[in-house]
């Protein structure tokens, strides 16, 4: 069964002097139960509209989106009770706790005081911010501040969890804990729709991924197809001896410091790393990162986006 | 969640948004008190000596003044949990119905200002002593216009986009719901064609109604002589405070169009 369904989802923003911005184009898409499902794309492609249309907080131009096979502008005093939302660039209160933030959140949600105190005591714990439990908000960092609210969304173990870039600004470890947190979630059965820039946290957590340019889906799938999906999908990264210019016939140039990277077809693999050899030049080889995939996928040149 | 459990949900708000805050920064009440005490303090100096029967006048006004900014709070809180910190979205996707959050941030307010409300009304009784009726008619005046200003401030707030729009336009709204109506001064020393003016605004009903309670009169009766009706000044104070209630229920933008 499908968690979420939208069909041919639409919406305008009227800005001043009747400006319109298209932000969502026609989208079409299906989250299966239990699934947890990555959307990509560039600031203003249309992620954040697509989670505020789902999660009942914004109404569409045209076309539909169904929870649980329920409408949400019809039924979104019922769908509300089965889901959380973890809003892009949010920031907890300033005068409580990250222990009093999660159980506030889940008794003002209806958990009574028992269930309550336990299930924060496990997502304060499992979220590490029992060093922090008890000190108020507004004295933490902004990476401490946003696992607060991750964990007052995680806490709930709502049916389906929406979450707008939910690492933003947290250190690798931070990271590693909070992806350790939403697995649990759906391992429990909660349907989880992420949206990040981390392109690694997206190939690690999702079981698929949809990438979205200018409102429209581009590539619906697995990470690992939408890499093996180019024409270019091998990664040669040169040391210095070789110039960005020599190698552009073989496939996507880029600079990174000191290194040239080159996003080439495995065909052109044995005679440049031959060329390197003779030069004395170091080259390493491996698969396209899923960012580069990413970068293809949408279509600017990736010395542009860096 | 049953009706129970929403009212329930409001407390919690209000306990986690309005009282935890308020035990942890109590200078947060200085805010409240500072403004109404100022006016009441420049009353007392320039008109207390020659006319010591307008202090009651002004200590009513500063009962009425830290309620109705309880409105402009109300504004400034929902506004930026909305469009700052992004927490009225937690909210709104989540069980808790849109009245159960209205309420739990309306109880904050009052929170916030209840200290200086209930300072005004010990001062109130030890300059005019009042008994329990009228105590009860003035807590009932309070909690109109709480409920009143509240309502009105989370209608404005869910019609910006932008912080900066927000604070001069609550300063406005409530300063003149509060300050230029006879709030701290009788309405008698408006001149008389224009003493009908000060009953557009709907908190000079909510004044006039304490004031009747609390049999303080100056000056000469307001002409029309509607305008000493006590049925006038509980159908206007009553009325608004259904009127933007319904408009706040009705008008808000719970989800965004």
Redesign the interface.
């Known amino acids: 069964m499908d968690a979420l369904v939208a069909e041919s989802l639409t919406k305008v923003y009227l800005g001043r002097g009747r400006r319109r911005t298209l932000a969502l184009d026609g989208v079409d898409l299906r989250i299966g139960k239990g699934k947890l499902f990555a959307f990509l794309g560039r600031n203003g492609a249309g992620k954040t509209t697509f989670i505020k249309i789902a999660a009942t907080l914004l109404a569409p131009t045209s076309g539909r989106v169904s929870l649980f096979g329920e409408d949400v502008l019809a039924h979104a005093p019922r769908l509300r009770e089965q889901i959380a939302v973890v809003p892009q660039e949010g920031r907890p209160f300033f005068h409580l706790t990250p222990r009093e933030h999660v159980y506030e959140y889940l008794r003002v949600r209806g958990a009574g005081a028992e269930s309550a105190h336990a299930r924060t005591e496990e997502v304060i714990a499992a979220m590490g911010l029992e060093p922090y439990a008890g000190i108020q908000a507004q004295a933490l960092s902004g990476g401490l501040q946003q696992r607060t609210l991750v964990a007052m969304i995680l806490a709930t173990e709502a049916p389906f969890l929406f979450l707008d870039e939910p690492t933003l600004g947290m250190d690798p470890f931070a990271r590693r804990q909070v992806w350790k947190v939403i697995r649990q979630a759906t391992r429990k059965g909660s349907t989880v729709l992420l949206t990040t820039h981390y392109l690694d946290e997206a190939e690690h957590l999702s079981e698929e991924l949809a990438v979205i340019e200018a409102g429209r889906i581009r590539y619906r799938g697995t990470a690992s197809d939408l890499k093996s999906s180019l024409a270019r999908e091998v990664r040669l990264e040169f040391g210095p001896g070789f110039t960005a210019e020599e190698l552009t016939p073989f496939g996507r140039v880029y600079v990174e410091g000191d290194r040239t990277v080159l996003l080439t077809r495995r065909s052109a693999v044995r005679e440049l790393t031959e060329l390197a050899l003779e030069r004395g030049s170091e080259v390493a080889l491996g698969p396209v990162t899923l960012e580069e995939a990413f970068l293809e996928l949408v279509g600017r040149p990736i010395e542009e986006e860096a | 969640?049953t009706r129970g459990?929403q009212a329930y949900?409001a407390l919690?708000?209000c306990?986690?948004?309005g009282l935890?805050?308020l035990w942890?920064?109590p200078l947060l009440v200085a805010a409240v008190f500072l403004t109404p005490f100022s006016f009441l303090f420049f009353l007392f100096v320039i008109e207390g000596p020659t006319n010591p029967g307008l202090l009651p006048f002004g200590i009513t006004g500063g009962i009425l003044f830290s309620t109705l900014f309880a409105g402009n709070g109300m504004l400034n809180d929902c506004a930026y949990l909305r469009l700052?910190?992004?927490?009225q979205?937690?909210?709104?996707?989540?069980?808790?119905?849109p009245f159960s959050y209205l309420l739990g941030m309306a109880l904050s307010e009052l929170a916030f200002a209840a200290p200086a409300i209930g300072l005004f009304i010990l001062i109130l009784a030890l300059v005019h002593p009042f008994g329990l009726g009228t105590l009860l008619v003035l807590l009932g005046v309070i909690g109109l216009t709480w409920l009143m200003a509240t309502t009105l401030g989370f209608l404005i707030s869910t019609f910006f986009r932008q912080l900066r729009e927000i604070w001069p336009i609550g300063t406005l709204i409530f300063s003149t719901l509060a300050i230029l109506p006879p709030i701290f001064y009788p309405a008698s020393v408006i001149p008389a064609r224009w003493q009908w003016a000060a009953f557009l605004v709907p908190s000079t009903y909510a004044s006039q109604l304490a004031r009747v309670a609390l049999g303080l009169s100056f000056g000469s009766p307001l002409t029309p002589p509607l305008l000493n009706a006590p049925w006038f000044y509980v159908l206007g104070l009553v009325g608004s405070t259904a009127l933007f209630a319904g408009l706040a229920s009705a008008l808000s933008r719970w989800?965004?169009?």
């Open positions: 969640m459990s949900s919690r708000i306990w986690f948004n935890i805050p942890r920064s700052e910190r992004q927490l979205t937690i909210f709104v996707a989540s069980p808790v119905r989800r965004e169009p």
